[in-house]
């Protein structure tokens, strides 16, 4: 995949889109929420990323960083922020402003 393009990527059992919005923040880390949304006929600029990493194309193994298109947020998840509900363990992943070695 080209460095600095943009895609939606698609849950394939949901068919959810991971999108996210300046509008809500995450329960646990207060970060900007990142959630599944919409389906096979239901998208939105919310579900658009683009490919943040070196060099022309973003090669296997290389380290690379989503950066949500509509509010330039990072995609963001850590061991920090866990539920204990409905999925004990489970991580959050949101969005932050910071580029870091977490996203």
Do not use: M
Not at 31 to 36: D, P
Not at 56 to 68: F, G, I, N, P
């Amino acid at each position: 995949i080209k460095c600095g393009r943009q895609v939606r990527l698609q849950h394939v059992a949901t068919k959810g889109w991971l999108h996210s919005h300046s509008s809500h923040q995450s329960p646990l880390s207060n970060n900007q929420e990142v959630s599944a949304f919409g389906d096979e006929n239901n998208s939105d600029l919310g579900d658009v990323w683009r490919i943040e990493c070196d060099g022309t194309y973003w090669e296997r193994e290389s380290a690379v960083r989503l950066k949500h298109l509509q509010t330039s947020q990072f995609l963001h998840a850590t061991g920090q922020h866990q539920y204990g509900q409905p999925i004990a363990g489970q991580r959050e992943v949101s969005a932050t402003a910071r580029a870091s070695n977490l996203n």
